[in-house]
């Protein structure tokens, strides 16, 4: 008459012994999983208060139920499978679903009511680890616990984005297979290997577009310092761009203290991850992420480097593959030396001058040919000096140098057309070429003439007078207030008028 002990977490999960004594009439309690009762050949629900047969099957899954202790003293054999880790958490789950919906003070508690709780929790379980005593800590864990599957429970009651405890376990166990590959495959028990398969594939799930995400500004302030810190090396952030303030905090001996440390040593640390985002975001319109020093430096505003990092070089192919240019071998330092026995080469004799046919020659220098001269820019064909009896002065043209910028075109438009000579006389063409005493070098117009100062014969930088002065500019009537009466003369008479100046008129 064995008494079959099921597990009320696994109610289908029968012991391998108690099989063969399933086969007949079976007498089962009220707590056994509806499930099983189908796969039962035959079965009868057995009262407490009565007695069950010597013979009888018993089964259950409550341990302390009544025909159970019955059977147990009576001789009955127990039969139970082996316990599975972590059954009880079910029975945690169950028992925080239970208060969550019956007790008054679990129905109003939120994720924000709960914060304060979960810190005191982490705290104290700090505490018990430094305190060492082993039932203080499971207790401690017991409370962290809690508050997980508190907060779960909240979750799942939420109308938008609901979870459940089974879906925050679930997540557990997918991020630490993936984390874990080699791990729990069994390919390697390295421990550097394990951290690196971590992080590379904890960066890899995250796909952080920033080096700050992830980073919770909510924990205490030396933690998201440091945090912040490790974050940055990461990433090559220039050094000299956070503040020395921010690597050491000193706290005052006072009796009243003006600012909170912590809070000071916050608002420093969010400063310089602004800085950061900023830069990450002006980098990130150029379609950049910075990853190094300069690139860092360059979205500060701090001094950087321009020059591109060059591209990486070509793998050089072997040696065997590589002909060597041809070259004459250098002499061994022990080879005695050979006497050469190429004669010298004799020196070429003089050229002879060469005659080269010229169909025309221009004597030099040559006058240029300038166009007539068609006076556009005199707007006023009455000014004095068109009649100030100039014989080389015409209608529309000027003799005034003043005001007239074009005289100088005016005197080479008389200039003698150049004429074609015709020479056949031969040009000698020679080696020498003339030395520098052979020129002679004009001094500039507008200064006056100097001498080389040196003795080789070439001007020195002192010999020149510089550039000529600049006209001054003078926004004013050109026309002298006197000049605005002229006197026109057509054969006929005409009484004298007085003409007026459109200088203002113009643009």
Not at 125 to 151: M, N, T
Not at 231 to 256: E, M, N, Q, W, Y
Request: charged share 25%; proline share 11%.
């Amino acid at each position: 008459m064995p008494v079959i002990l099921l597990d009320p977490a696994l109610p289908d999960l029968i012991p391998v012994r108690a099989v063969s004594s399933m086969s007949g009439h079976v007498y089962v309690t009220e707590d056994v999983h509806p499930s099983l009762l189908w796969n039962l050949p035959s079965y009868e629900f057995a009262s407490a208060v009565r007695n069950l047969p010597l013979d009888a099957v018993l089964l259950t899954s409550d341990r302390r139920h009544s025909l159970v202790q019955q059977q147990i003293s009576r001789g009955a054999e127990v039969i139970a499978g082996d316990g599975v880790a972590g059954k009880r958490l079910l029975e945690a789950v169950a028992l925080m679903d239970q208060l969550r919906r019956t007790g008054p003070w679990e129905q109003q508690q939120t994720h924000d009511s709960l914060r304060r709780y979960l810190l005191e929790e982490v705290y104290e379980l700090l505490d018990a680890f430094d305190q060492g005593d082993s039932k203080e800590l499971c207790s401690e864990l017991g409370d962290l616990l809690l508050q997980v599957l508190f907060h779960a429970r909240i979750a799942q009651d939420s109308a938008v984005d609901a979870f459940t405890i089974d879906d925050v376990a679930q997540s557990f166990v997918d991020k630490v297979s993936y984390r874990t590959p080699g791990v729990l495959s069994g390919e390697h028990s390295d421990l550097e290997r394990q951290i690196q398969e971590w992080e590379e594939r904890k960066a890899a799930e995250r796909n952080r577009g920033s080096v700050l995400d992830g980073v919770v500004t909510q924990q205490p302030v030396l933690s998201l310092t440091q945090k912040l810190f490790e974050r940055l090396a990461g990433a090559d952030f220039p050094r000299d761009a956070i503040s020395p303030s921010l690597t050491r905090i000193d706290v005052p001996i006072r009796k009243h203290a003006r600012d909170s440390v912590e809070d000071t040593q916050r608002r420093l640390v969010l400063q310089l991850m602004n800085q950061v985002r900023a830069a990450e975001n002006a980098a990130g319109i150029d379609g950049i992420h910075p990853r190094d020093e300069n690139t860092w430096r360059k979205y500060l505003g701090m001094t950087h480097d321009d020059v591109p990092p060059p591209p990486p070089a070509e793998p050089t192919p072997p040696a065997e593959l590589v002909e060597a240019p041809a070259s004459p071998a250098e002499p061994s330092p022990m080879a005695e030396p050979v006497e050469a026995t190429t004669p010298p080469a004799e020196p070429a004799p003089p050229a002879e001058p060469v005659e080269v046919p010229r169909a025309a020659a221009i004597p030099w220098p040559v006058e240029p040919v300038w166009p007539a001269d068609d006076d556009h820019e005199h707007n006023n064909p009455w000014a004095a000096e068109s009649t100030s009896g100039n014989a080389t002065a015409g209608l529309g043209s000027t003799a005034d140098t003043r005001h007239d910028f074009d005289f100088e075109l005016d005197a080479e438009a008389q200039a003698p057309e150049p004429t074609l000579v015709e020479t056949t006389t031969p040009i000698p063409v020679t080696p020498d070429l003339p030395e520098a005493k052979d020129f002679q070098f004009a001094a500039p117009v507008w200064g006056q003439p100097s001498q080389p100062k040196s003795d080789s014969g070439f001007p020195e930088a002192e010999d020149f007078p510089g550039p000529p002065p600049k006209h001054r500019i003078v926004d004013a009537d050109p026309i002298e207030v006197t000049e605005r009466d002229v006197a026109v003369s057509y054969n006929v008479d005409v009484p004298q008028m007085v003409v007026r100046n459109h200088w203002d008129d113009e643009d």
